[in-house]
């Protein structure tokens, strides 16, 4: 059952734009299951997706006058413009989208309520820090992998990247899990896949191989520095944003709704290791930063 919230908007979220500290107002809290959920009018945090939950939501404090409130993390929810009803977890996840009616706010979860309508977010940089870098890792060794997979596409999938490569990682990914130190993404190579003319078998034969060729070519992206920006910098959490960056002398885009560094100078390397699955492969990518 959702909670009736007595009618409020959707959240204004600053993230994207590398905000860390907003001024804000409280405009529905409550308790549910010993915890506080507390929406606001804005937030510059960051909160773990409902759709692709792939970036842990951010943490940090609620300022609320002389009190400090944690903020244990951030989550996405669904809220009804015309009903007012709040929907979280599983039952938010299993709306339709489509209803123009839902729009989407940030979850602050605390252990207390908040004793001021007028409040100061703060995220916790270091975290904050350590997961936009392992996201713009992710994102290169995305493009990586589908550079090295291109000669093993039998026919056009007429689906390209920023690139121009035949996008293995959109076709293939089921599941990507951001950490601080590393990440994750785990890829099936179905029936469909090489139907559509990738040769799943060839590509899976020497993984070793794969791998060393993909950091090769991370190796390359990272020889030149380039800005790395989110769009838009501000604005509803139900909006569409876009990471882009250039490489190769190419400007790339990509959808994202994660956080990431401001450049890829900060970057030192990033490498990739492939695992062999049940149904596919695994891609660890780590991400180290320049020494200041």
């Known amino acids: 059952m959702g909670l009736q919230t007595g009618g409020v908007e959707g959240t204004v979220v600053t993230f994207a734009g590398g905000s860390l500290r907003e001024d804000a107002r409280v405009i529905f809290s409550a308790e549910i299951a010993g915890e506080w959920l507390?929406?606001?009018?804005?937030?510059p945090f960051h909160p773990v997706s409902l759709s692709w939950p792939d970036q842990p939501g951010d943490r940090g404090w609620m300022l609320c006058g002389s009190e400090r409130l944690r903020v244990l993390e951030s989550r996405e929810a669904l809220l009804?413009?015309?009903t007012g009803v709040l929907s979280v977890g599983d039952e938010a996840r299993a709306l339709k989208r489509a209803d123009p009616g839902l729009t989407s706010v940030v979850l602050h979860v605390t252990e207390a309520p908040p004793s001021t309508t007028t409040v100061t977010l703060e995220v916790d940089a270091p975290f904050r820090a350590a997961l936009s870098r392992q996201h713009t890792g992710v994102h290169l060794a995305a493009l990586a992998l589908n550079n090295v997979a291109s000669g093993f596409w039998t026919k056009d999938p007429q689906d390209p990247d920023g690139l121009g490569a035949p996008n293995l990682d959109k076709s293939?990914?089921?599941r990507s899990e951001i950490g601080l130190e590393a990440s994750l993404d785990h890829y099936r190579l179905g029936k469909s896949l090489r139907?559509?003319?990738?040769?799943?078998?060839?590509?899976l034969s020497d993984l070793p191989a794969r791998g060393?060729?993909?950091n090769a070519v991370l190796r390359e992206m990272l020889a030149t520095p380039a800005v790395v920006r989110i769009t838009p910098a501000e604005g509803p959490l139900a909006d569409r944003r876009l990471w882009t960056?250039?490489?190769n002398g190419t400007d790339v885009k990509m959808p994202c709704g994660g956080t990431?560094?401001?450049d890829l100078a900060e970057l030192a390397k990033v490498t990739v290791s492939l695992t062999a699955t049940e149904d596919g492969f695994s891609m660890q990518t780590s991400s180290t930063l320049q020494r200041s």
């Open 195 to 203: 139907k559509k003319g990738f040769e799943a078998a060839g590509f």
């Open 80 to 82: 009804h413009s015309a």
């Open 245 to 247: 960056t250039r490489l």
């Open 212 to 214: 060393a060729a993909m």
């Open 260 to 262: 990431h560094l401001a």
């Open 38 to 43: 507390i929406i606001t009018d804005r937030s």
């Open 172 to 174: 293939a990914v089921t």
